[in-house]
């Protein structure tokens, strides 16, 4: 990937379109937000494989992130993200979603990538269509 300065911020080229990149909301992503879409995404990537190699295909699954804390120092590091996973499954069930969470987690190489430095709080419900 190469990064562009502009006005703004940075754009790079993607082969889905350009990415802005910016502190500025309203002229793009901003940095914290891309990383925490990156954590939620693996996450529910992984979740999605996970359920598939247990044959309990999901029908869907939807991530809402409850909570993000940053510091209050300068840089305004990220603390904590809380992430809310509902999955929809016909075969998934409360018995078997603890271990889908610890492979999950396990797996994804975005959370695993940032144990130890942010608080990723992962939980979950099974939901119904």
């Known amino acids: 990937m190469n990064f562009h300065m502009t006005k703004h ?3 790079t080229e993607t082969e889905f379109g350009t990415l802005h990149i910016s502190s500025n909301e309203e002229k793009g992503f901003r940095p ?4 925490v879409a990156s954590i939620a ?10 359920l598939d190699k ?15 804390v940053r510091s209050q ?7 904590k993200i809380h992430l809310h996973f ?5 075969d998934v069930t409360d018995e078997k979603m603890p271990r889908i969470m610890e492979l999950t987690e396990k ?15 992962k939980t979950y419900e099974i939901g119904t269509k």
């Not at 120092?73 to 603390?79: I, Y």
């Open 73 to 79: 120092d300068d840089a305004s590091r990220l603390m």
């Open 9 to 11: 911020g940075f754009d």
């Open 41 to 50: 995404a693996c996450g529910g990537g992984v979740m999605r494989k996970v």
């Open 32 to 35: 914290y937000q891309l990383m």
């Open 54 to 68: 247990m044959r309990m295909p999901a029908e869907d699954i939807a991530i809402d992130v409850k909570e993000v």
């Open 107 to 121: 797996n994804c190489s975005m959370l695993q990538s940032v144990m130890g430095c942010i608080d990723v709080v």
């Open 86 to 90: 509902t999955v929809i499954g016909s």
